[in-house]
């Protein structure tokens, strides 16, 4: 980032910092609150998904660069990352701290709930699997381990984890709504790192079925994702404010997904369709107060 100005070093911070993702994996949580139209009153889980996600991505920072590989490539995205390895500790180490402050301050169900995301996350991040492998290097595992991670995080233990926790068939088609939003915005990386995978002998989803495949299961899951908020209205009682704030998110996500391929620069990806994790409910905020 060395020689650009101000204003793009602090946004390469914010996003190549993960705090970009951070803060999308806050405003997602607190986003099924305002749909549910519950206050947001679980003030501890919203920091600990917020530090706990951060330091997440950071350790992810940390593991590969110790692992070598992919980090060979001069990325904007792992020339940032190299430029600062001792940070990435501390930031790592610093995060998980405040995240375990935040979870010591949960109500024990809820920190029940927490372990098998935790779990998922830790062998997403972690070379344990046979082979030295993590859940990331593993095709079809990575863009499903991060749905369910997110989906689990922001929607299941938001809306079931309250005082009135929701019924079984409108938490899960809530839940199927967020997770195929997510899935189709995953997917697109693999698209991202295919050329490096494919010179790191790695496969990945993008690198067995091709580009185009990848991307049309995108869209077909951002559709699907489309079509649970028109059931939701039903299931719900969504607002047609609300529903359509979550249309035109997911119609951004689909624009940006029919355009991903493995030439687009790193800000395509890490700016803007890890950005829709930030416009969904960005959108939904507005048209709740304007509502």
């Not at 993960?18 to 994996?25: D, E, P, S, V």
């Not at 047609?240 to 990806?269: C, Q």
């Amino acid at each position: 980032m060395k020689g650009l100005g101000p204003f793009r070093r602090m946004l390469g911070w914010v996003v190549f910092g993960n705090i970009w993702l951070a803060i999308g994996a806050l405003l997602l949580s607190l986003q099924t609150n305002v749909i549910l139209g519950r206050s947001p009153s679980l003030y501890a889980y919203w920091g600990f998904v917020f530090f706990g996600s951060w330091s997440l991505y950071a350790f992810h920072n940390v593991a590969t660069l110790r692992l070598g590989g992919e980090t060979a490539f001069l990325s904007a995205r792992w020339v940032f990352i190299r430029s600062r390895p001792s940070l990435w500790n501390g930031i790592a180490v610093g995060a998980f701290f405040l995240s375990a402050g935040f979870f010591i301050l949960l109500p024990w169900a809820i920190q029940q709930q927490l372990l098998w995301p935790g779990a998922l996350s830790l062998l997403y991040v972690v070379p344990v699997l046979p082979g030295r492998k993590r859940l990331r290097d593993i095709p079809w595992a990575k863009p499903l381990t991060i749905a369910l991670v997110w989906t689990w995080l922001t929607c299941l233990i938001p809306a079931g984890g309250s005082h009135d926790p929701l019924p079984l068939t409108s938490l899960i088609s809530l839940a199927g709504e967020r997770f195929f939003f997510v899935l189709g915005l995953a997917l697109p990386f693999d698209i991202r790192d295919k050329d490096q995978d494919l010179r790191l002998g790695l496969e990945t989803l993008s690198t067995q079925i091709g580009d185009r495949a990848t991307r049309t299961l995108a869209l077909i899951s951002v559709g699907m994702s489309a079509t649970a908020v028109l059931w939701n209205m039903h299931q719900l009682q969504y607002s047609a404010s609300t529903a359509t704030a979550l249309w035109i998110s997911l119609a951004a996500s689909g624009l940006l997904i029919r355009k991903a391929h493995s030439r687009r620069p790193e800000w395509f990806f890490s700016l803007g369709i890890d950005g829709m994790l930030i416009l969904q409910p960005t959108l939904v905020f507005i048209v709740s107060q304007l509502s």
